[in-house]
């Protein structure tokens, strides 16, 4: 993961957590469930960047107790984390491709037949 994308995902998660207070699994599945067409994280990003912006004071932690499972971690803002967040929304975006399969196949396509190709867009 570069820099770049490594400060991006660092907003993300921030900005995700904006919603409500949440767990690293629960972060996943909100992505998972709303901006993953355009942004994905795993959650061997995840859970780092929820612990960096713990020690960084940009998120506090607590320990949710379970019945029959491991103890949970909540994360949730604090407002040093909401002023970051909104310092970063106010920077200019920078342009990042977008991967696309379609787009890849087609490229490719000279090492198959024509008629997949066609098939593809049409598809």
């Known amino acids: 993961m570069t820099s770049r994308r490594a400060n991006t995902s ?6 995700v957590l904006g919603f409500c ?3 690293g ?3 996943k599945k909100l992505i998972e469930r709303s901006i993953a067409h355009f942004w994905n994280e795993s959650y061997g990003q995840i859970y780092p960047i ?3 912006l713990a ?3 940009f998120a506090e932690r607590r320990r949710e107790k379970q019945r029959g499972k491991p103890d949970r971690h909540v994360y949730s803002l604090t407002d040093r984390g909401r002023a970051e967040l909104r310092r970063w929304l106010a920077v ?3 342009h990042e ?10 490229f490719l396509g000279v090492a198959g037949p024509v008629a997949d190709s066609v098939a593809q867009i049409e598809h």
Request: hydrophobic share 40%.
């Open 25 to 27: 699994y629960d972060v």
């Open 92 to 94: 200019p975006a920078r």
């Open 10 to 15: 660092r907003h993300a998660i921030l900005g």
């Open 21 to 23: 207070p949440m767990s």
């Open 97 to 106: 491709p977008v991967r696309s399969e379609l787009l890849l196949k087609l």
């Open 55 to 57: 020690a960084e004071g």
């Open 50 to 52: 929820l612990n960096r």
